[in-house]
DNA sequence: ATTTCTATGTCGGGA
DNA sequence: TCCCGACGTAGAAAT
């Protein structure tokens, strides 16, 4: 895994150690190192000197970490065009994106440590619990809503969006599901009445919209009511279901 | 800024050493390793064996890469409590998280590298094109909106949100404006239009709404003609601005 | 602690 | 490519 590595290495030394492994793109490369950068394109940066950690990933994105947050101090997430070079006896790192224009600086005024890591592929991570496996189960079991419930759509392409289940209740009026996946705001219920109204001007019967979420925000609650909408609790990870009690499971 | 540093280590080297500079939180630490990585919290994750980069830095968040993308492929931005064991002679880290309850749980499968940074505390970035800023620049100077308007209030809030600008046109009417420093899409045109509704209801005259942004994708161009409503292109870093000039050179 | 909003959001999917 | 919406969004500010 450890492909390379250079402690307290000088320009030359760290300019050649990048230009070697950025051709590599199965590995991925990291400096520890007091740097400055400058960011300029959509927005603009600037950060003062300070410790860094630099890292530049297989598929070349780059992203610069100081020592609080999950965040980047300053990133790339996709770069076209990545250049070094020696000025004024530093070594500067170019990271440049072509669609939007941005480009990320780094200089390195004391560089600490160089690391090329090798990166097998693998397989990415199985998230359980997304609004996606939310809405597929519910189109499964709709009785979870509501008794009598029959999904017609999932995934309703309106004008406005896509509503998220389309159906039709025991007593055959339509009803806009809106899901969300955490607590629902304002925004949600915003998005599910926009819906409501959308159906209503393409069916002659009452439309009714259901908004279901785990929870909700007490202003949200308000407006639901004043609008004439429903809210339902539905949970992501079903507690006492067996299936994902298996997979929740873990050492 | 290289404190420690250990390759290839048995379970019994990793744990102390994780343990050890657990402690301080000037620094930062990072493990390479083949892992295996689990998540239970707002969601739950599973990610197969694989080759990643732990970071954990000096607030104690804990990050976990593969091999592409800016995002981690797993994460914990507040950490609790970090604990460290080992389970069937492999290194477990333990990272949780009381409200709301998460945990991210790390195997060590094959640690191939050890790394503690010290990390001296450092100015933050400074970042120039944000809402926040085009929004007093325009409330100090809004005849780049129109010529004549007058602002009455910057962050007005309503009820269904907050206004950005609140102001007065050269005829009198009021105008909602609504910012944005990126596209703008149809999500911020019926936000626009929930402002003006919101605002009609409270005033008699005619409500003008304009939609500020450095551009607008065209489905929203064609829903805000539609809705009455305005859009006036503002750019978040004026090109030709001396003062912007100066702080976008480098190098 | 709860709610809201911004973000250089990032990322993925669909037309 | 543009466009849209989800995200374990993260993080900051206001309540």
Known sequence: MLKANLTNPNPEQLRTFLTEHLKDDTCLIQVASECAI???????????????????KNDRCVQVHGPKGVKPVNWQPKTNRITTSIEDGLVVLKAERYSPKEIVNI???????????????????????????????????????????????????VKVGGVDLYARDQQG???????????????????????????????????RGILAAPSI???????????????????ALPAGDEENKQVSLFG
Chains 1, 2 share one sequence.
Do not use: C, W
Request: proline content about 5%; charged content about 20%; overall charge neutral.
């Open 217 to 235: 925000t007490n202003p949200a609650m308000a407006q639901l009511n004043m609008l004439g909408l429903e809210f339902v609790k539905v949970t």
């Open 38 to 56: 400058n960011y300029t394109g959509r927005a603009a940066s600037t950060a003062q000197a300070g410790d860094y950690l630099v890292l530049i």
């Open 107 to 157: 200089i390195f005024l004391e560089p600490a440590l160089a690391l090329a890591l090798t990166f097998r592929d693998h397989k990415g991570a199985v998230l359980t619990g997304s609004e996606a496996q939310m809405r597929s189960a519910l189109a499964r079991d709709p009785s979870v809503i509501e008794p009598g419930l029959i999904v017609l759509h999932e995934e309703l392409p």
């Open 173 to 207: 009026r339509f009803v806009v599901v809106e899901l969300k996946r955490a607590k629902a705001t304002q925004e949600a219920v915003h998005q599910l009445h926009r819906y409501v109204q959308e159906v209503s001007k393409r069916v002659p019967q009452e439309v």
